[in-house]
């Protein structure tokens, strides 16, 4: 498949006029109050929330590559305040009260963000909206049914979550044989890289260090060493989400899944009135492979999916290029789900990596014998989960106990991923299941789900 730029990290950053260049390394061995590792969402709202609540403390990111090198400046734009893990496994680690409250305080942070972003003048082309869930067959609206009648059992308001009929979806957005969607309302459209660089800005204005070009290798109780220097820091915050495998000691922490995207040539207006999509709404569709989509600032189509989900031995990306057949694979979900765009030209692809736990759940703690933080494994949904860490971080970091850190998902510790080959064994049969099961069910007019999902989840956790 012919695209115009594959890789080069991401669109976002080809929408800002290219790749930022570098700020300077670490000049050598520092002490500083907190060390943070790593330049994403994580990191960033992290040094932010800690400066708001200790202007005085010295900080210090480290940060191999560029801020918003990861995830933080690819992924798909949705600041969406989701509790997209299983609510039943965080009774391990807490009340159903303390899950019901845990998911109520990240709906918050799509209005946080947004409130920041206005404070600091941060122009990531953030809008308010809904995000629609659709279903083209019977069984994919059964599971989406599903998932609202739970969602509702733990108390989600349905000021939050709404499920619509089949005309009401297609008139929202013109998706072919919809039989319905979930609609999550108050969510936001973002342009992340603009995000994520206006935010290491933000942070840089407050006296946090920012060290680019500085490579971690090793973190320990009071220390982090790197290829340029020592940084010994009373706290240290490892903010290194899908890249964590690549610190020694964590190699089978969270697994590095792959997630690509492509992004069209824009839209013409009439174009954008046959399909119906006059907002700017985010989309997804309830197969078991799943796609996740958005209409940008550009009036471009941004349409995402896994694609090859995870390259042996935890290896990434070089610099987002993706594979053929993944952009392959995303025109044919793009075709599928918006049959009006073909034709269109692919301007851009890339790829990234996401954090994912082996229980598929996101955690955020402190180590008080090391004094060394964590938050991550956002299983895809970082944008604003991110938002939240950062706040949890900085309560852990400066020893306050507070409503946040008494949340379920702190300091939980699910068991590690297998060795190889057995980690890429598991996860590629489970997307193997997933896809054959959507085959399946295609295959069987969509009546009912496939046994073979179900078998994925319980292959790798899900």
Known sequence: MDVGTNGEVSFWYADMGGVPGYRPPLPGDISVDVCIVGAGFTGLWTAYYLKEAEPGLSIAIVEKEFAGFGASGRNGGWCSGEFGWSRHKYLSSGSR???IEFERQLRATVDEVKRVTEAEGIDCDFRLTDCLTFAQTPAQMARLRADYETAMSWQVPTTRLELIGGAEAAARIRVPDAKGALVRHHVARVQPAKLVRGLAEAVERRGVAIYEQTTVTGIAKGLVTTNRGRVTAHRIIRATEGFTHGIPGNEREWLPMNSAIVVTEPLPDDLWREIGWE????????SHAYCYAQRTRGNRIAMGGRGVPYRFGSKTDTRGQTQPETIEKLKDILYRMLPQTRGLRLDHAWCGVLGV??????TAGMDPQTGIGWAGGYVGLGVSTSNFSGQTLADLVLDRQTERTALPWVNRRPRKWEVEPFRWLGVHGMYWLYHR????????????TSRLATWANRLTGR
């Not at 907002?279 to 997804?284: I, R």
């Open 97 to 99: 009260a303390g899950v």
């Open 279 to 286: 907002d700017h709404q985010l989309l997804a569709d309830a």
């Open 357 to 362: 736990p082996r229980d598929w759940c996101a």
């Open 437 to 448: 099961a959507d085959r399946n069910e295609a295959a069987g007019g969509g009546k009912t």
